[in-house]
C-alpha cells in the first residue's frame, strides 16, 4: 500500500514536470513563431531575423545522417544475429555499443572535428556533422533492429528453411518484415536524437546562418535549429526567438515520438495477420 502509494507521488511528479515544461515552452514560443520567421533568411543589416536557413540545414543532417546510418546500422544487426558464430566477438560489439550510447556528445563533436574536420579535409561543413552523428547514433539503430531481430520467432525460420530458402531469403522475406516495427522505431527515435543535438555539431558543423542548396549546403557550415537556439539565446540574446525555436523543436519532438509510437502499432497489426510472411 505504501510503495503503490510512493509510485504513484513520483508518477504524478514527473507528469507534472513533463507537463509544466512543455506548457512554458509552449506558451513563451508560440507567440514569436510567424510564417515571417519560417519563410525568411536573416538580415544583419536590417537587423531581420529568420530561421529558414536554421530549418533547412536541419532537414539536410537529418537526411544525410539517416541515408548513412541505416545501411550501417540495420546491416550490423542482421550480422550479429543471424551470421555471426562467435558469442564473444558478438559480445564484444554489443559491449563497445553500449559504451559509445554512453559517451556524452561533446566528445563525439572534438573527435567529429579533429578526425573528420581536419584529418579529412572536410573542415567545418554540415557533412563533417553528419559523419559525426552518424557515430553517435550508429549504436541506438544497430541495439534496436538487434532486439527487434531477435522477437521473430526461431520457428518462422525453420519453416523457410524447411521450404528449401536460402539464408538471405529467409531474412528478406521472413525475419525483415516480422521486424521491421523495430527498425523502424529506431529510426523516427534516431530523428528524434539528430534534431536535439548541438554539442557535437558546435564542433563539426559550425553555426552559419547561410541559405544554400543541399548539396553545396552539405559542404559548408551551418546552424540547425538547435545550435540556432543556443546562439540567439548565449550570443544575441534574442530570447524571444530562442523561444520560438525551442516550441518548433518540442512540436517536432512530440510529432516524432507520437510517429514511432503509431508506426511501432501498425507494423505490429500487420505482423499480428501474417503480412510479409509469404517466401
Given at each position: ?68 546510418v541505416l545501411p550501417l546500422g540495420v546491416g550490423a544487426a542482421i ?19 553500449e559504451t559509445l550510447s554512453g559517451i556524452p556528445s561533446i566528445i ?11 584529418f579529412f579535409g572536410m573542415k567545418t561543413s554540415l557533412l563533417a ?151
Amino acid at each position: 500500500m505504501v510503495m503503490g502509494a510512493l509510485m504513484g507521488i513520483c508518477a504524478g511528479i514527473t507528469c507534472a514536470l513533463v507537463l509544466f515544461l512543455i506548457g512554458y515552452v509552449l506558451w513563451r514560443g508560440l507567440p514569436n513563431v510567424s510564417w515571417e520567421l519560417l519563410t525568411t533568411k536573416p538580415s544583419y543589416l536590417s537587423g531581420h531575423i529568420g530561421i529558414l536557413p536554421d530549418i533547412l540545414n536541419t532537414v539536410y543532417i537529418v537526411a544525410a545522417t539517416l541515408i548513412l546510418v541505416l545501411p550501417l546500422g540495420v546491416g550490423a544487426a542482421i550480422y550479429l544475429t543471424e551470421y555471426a558464430g562467435n558469442k564473444k566477438l558478438v559480445d564484444m560489439i554489443e559491449y563497445a555499443a553500449e559504451t559509445l550510447s554512453g559517451i556524452p556528445s561533446i566528445i563525439y563533436g572534438l573527435v567529429g572535428m579533429l578526425f573528420f574536420c581536419q584529418f579529412f579535409g572536410m573542415k567545418t561543413s554540415l557533412l563533417a556533422g553528419a559523419f559525426t552523428l552518424v557515430i553517435m547514433n550508429l549504436p541506438t539503430v544497430m541495439r534496436t533492429t538487434q532486439e527487434s531481430l531477435k522477437t521473430v520467432p526461431q520457428s518462422y525460420r525453420e519453416g523457410a528453411f524447411g521450404l528449401g530458402a536460402g539464408k538471405w531469403r529467409v531474412i528478406y522475406t521472413v525475419v525483415l518484415p516480422g521486424c521491421v516495427d523495430g527498425i523502424v522505431t529506431g529510426c523516427i527515435l534516431s530523428v528524434g536524437r539528430i534534431l536535439g543535438e548541438s554539442a557535437a555539431l558546435l564542433f563539426t558543423a559550425g553555426f552559419a546562418h547561410a541559405l544554400n542548396g543541399i548539396f553545396e549546403g552539405l559542404g559548408s557550415p551551418g546552424a540547425t535549429l538547435t545550435v540556432a537556439l543556443y546562439i540567439y539565446a548565449k550570443e544575441n540574446g534574442e530570447f524571444g526567438i530562442a523561444f520560438a525555436i525551442a516550441a518548433i523543436l518540442m512540436i517536432l519532438t512530440m510529432l516524432i515520438n507520437l510517429s514511432a509510437v503509431l508506426a511501432g502499432r501498425y507494423f505490429q497489426k500487420r505482423a499480428e495477420k501474417g503480412d510479409g510472411k509469404t517466401i
